[in-house]
């Protein structure tokens, strides 16, 4: 007998939020509205007569800090913790609304999207979730960095970094298909170093960052902490990588493999998978349940104890 498939879900009411842009520092309003069955994640510029631009590979721009989409010339920044969080928690299809260019930080991590699904509700819809199942293995490398996808059932990320003192090397392994988003990944806060602050804002990035939205790292270790996690800042590479990948369009369904990535060649990994057609197939994958009869990876609510709300990671 054949398995039942997810569904694809939307959120079930409207949500807003109000905060500063991470780079630009500009004011922003955004707000999340359920959409149909099938119309996948589209950000509309209600400063700009309501222009739309879908979150897919295609409209990827300027990548180095931030992800940024653009469209006909007109640009929406920093979308990867949203993104994340929007993959993470299961939502298929939303309309995203926004009265500047950038997304508002928050508090540099995707929890507040978490907690803002989670108190509205996901909404089951009628169609079928088709996820982009991995055939081979499609790699990116830049000298010593590579990241890598590779077959296999659910979707399993391995990342690997390694930053100058106090961070130093860290890895972490997740499943999205057996754990939960909201508990290991979402609450991990975007980090930087104090040394780096004055370079960066004369290249006109983080004038919205402070310590109520990043971890800033002196020399011994977080200003501003304690840290929500020990391996905080991998997770926190994690976090955008899902939101980067999400740009596929669709889940991932394969196995990632990252050593020292970042934004850009999160990006450069998915042009190059959807390019390559022979690499991957579209496939409404079952739900899997663990062994207490929970779904996996869905819309658990279940989030690991946080010891305080409080830039490389940006």
């Not at 928050?106 to 055939?135: H, K, M, N, W």
């Not at 754990?179 to 991990?188: F, K, L």
């Not at 493999?257 to 998978?273: C, D, F, K």
């Amino acid at each position: 007998m054949a398995q039942p498939a997810h569904m694809e879900q939307t959120i079930a009411a409207s949500i807003e939020f109000t905060g500063v842009g991470l780079h630009s520092g500009a004011p922003v309003t955004m707000r999340l509205l359920p959409a149909p069955a099938g119309s996948g994640i589209v950000f509309r510029r209600t400063d700009l007569d309501n222009f739309e631009i879908p979150a897919i590979s295609r409209n990827v721009a300027k990548v180095s800090y931030a992800t940024s989409l653009m469209r006909q010339g007109v640009l929406i920044s920093t979308t990867e913790h949203l993104l994340s969080a929007l993959i993470g928690m299961g939502v298929d299809n939303v309309i995203v609304e926004l009265d500047n260019l950038e997304l508002p930080i928050l508090d540099g991590s995707a929890l507040p999207y978490v907690d803002a699904f989670l108190q509205v509700g996901i909404r089951t819809q009628r169609r079928r979730r088709e996820s982009i199942r991995v055939l081979h293995p499609v790699e990116v490398r830049e000298g010593d960095k590579f990241i890598g996808l590779y077959p296999g059932s659910g979707y399993r990320i391995e990342y690997t970094i390694d930053f100058p003192a106090p961070i130093g090397r860290q890895k972490t392994c997740v499943d999205l298909a057996t754990e939960t988003y909201g508990a290991y990944i979402s609450a991990a806060r975007t980090f930087g170093y104090k040394a780096d602050e004055s370079r960066l804002r004369d290249m006109g990035l983080i004038r919205g960052a402070g310590p109520e939205n990043a971890i800033i790292l002196g020399p011994k270790g977080p200003e501003n902490g304690p840290l929500r996690f020990d391996n905080e800042y991998v997770r926190h590479k994690v976090l955008d990588l899902i939101g980067d990948l999400a740009l596929a369009g669709r889940r991932i369904e394969g196995h990632v493999v990252a050593e020292r990535a970042g934004h850009a060649m999160h990006t450069a990994l998915v042009s190059r998978l959807l390019k390559d057609r022979s690499a991957w197939e579209l496939a409404h994958v079952p739900v899997a349940t663990s062994e207490s009869g929970e779904v996996a990876g869905e819309t658990s609510s279940r989030r690991a104890p946080l010891s305080t709300p409080a830039l490389a990671g940006i």
